[in-house]
């Protein structure tokens, strides 16, 4: 593989390494979330949750639409869900 693309999937990668991005891509794989029920479920405030949708949007992760004055987020990369399972495999049973 190419350094440039490696490089993208090390930036992709240093976005989803933190607790309450892994946690907000863990509930957005099972349906779509607006930030004020993303931040209650990682028990942070909604402006913190919008900064970390806010950067794995940037980075092609997640994706929004709008419905009126609700703005829904949904997982735009599908090969989050594997990613997931490979943490939660390691992980899930601590």
Same mark, same amino acid.
Do not use: F, N
């Given at each position: ?11 992709? %990668? =240093? ?6 991005? /892994? ?9 779509? &979330?607006? $930030? #004020? ?15 970390? %949708? =806010? ?6 992760? /997640? ?9 829904? &987020?949904? $997982? #735009? ?18």
């Amino acid at each position: 593989m190419p350094i440039e693309v490696l490089e993208e999937a090390a930036e992709c %990668l =240093r976005t989803v390494a933190h607790p309450y991005r /892994l946690r907000m891509i863990q509930l957005l794989l099972e349906g779509d &979330y607006m $930030v #004020a029920e993303l931040a209650e479920a990682c028990g942070i405030q909604p402006h913190m949750a919008s900064e970390h %949708l =806010r950067l794995m949007q940037r980075v092609g992760l /997640l994706t929004s639409r709008r419905d009126g004055r609700k703005i829904y &987020y949904s $997982v #735009a990369e599908p090969h989050l869900k594997d990613i997931v399972r490979c943490i939660e495999g390691r992980y899930g049973s601590k």
